[in-house]
């Protein structure tokens, strides 16, 4: 393991990490990676605190589509789309509170098909 990555937040969708030797912050939440500057991560962090996802819950409560809340990106033809607890899952990873060493899990709390030998 790299000795200049940090865990800063953990989650059951993913974890926010630092590394000290490019002082960029990496976000892994479900199967998406992000690689943020200071400044970046900065400009994420309060769009991602300050969005209101109650207006997209109420004026595009779509069954059919399991995710509704939009995050834009730079690149025009790019929306990433988060439900309501991946939004809230993304704050908690996010928010000062979390900021802490992490908690260690046990198998039974990690989503994925794990066969006992």
Known sequence: MC??????????GGELT???KSHHYHLIFNNIFFDFSQ???SH???YLL???TTYWN?????PKVKRNIPI???????????????????RNLFSAQHYQKY??????????????N
């Open 44 to 46: 994420f962090k309060r």
């Open 72 to 90: 834009p990106t730079l690149q025009e033809n790019l929306v990433l789309l988060f439900n309501q607890q991946e939004i809230e899952e993304l």
């Open 39 to 41: 400044a970046e991560f």
């Open 103 to 116: 908690q260690k899990i046990s198998s039974n709390e990690i989503d994925y098909l794990f066969i006992k």
């Open 50 to 52: 300050q969005m209101n």
């Open 3 to 12: 000795n200049h990555i940090k865990t800063i937040a953990r989650v059951n």
């Open 18 to 20: 630092y590394c000290s």
């Open 58 to 62: 109420q004026n595009y409560p779509c």
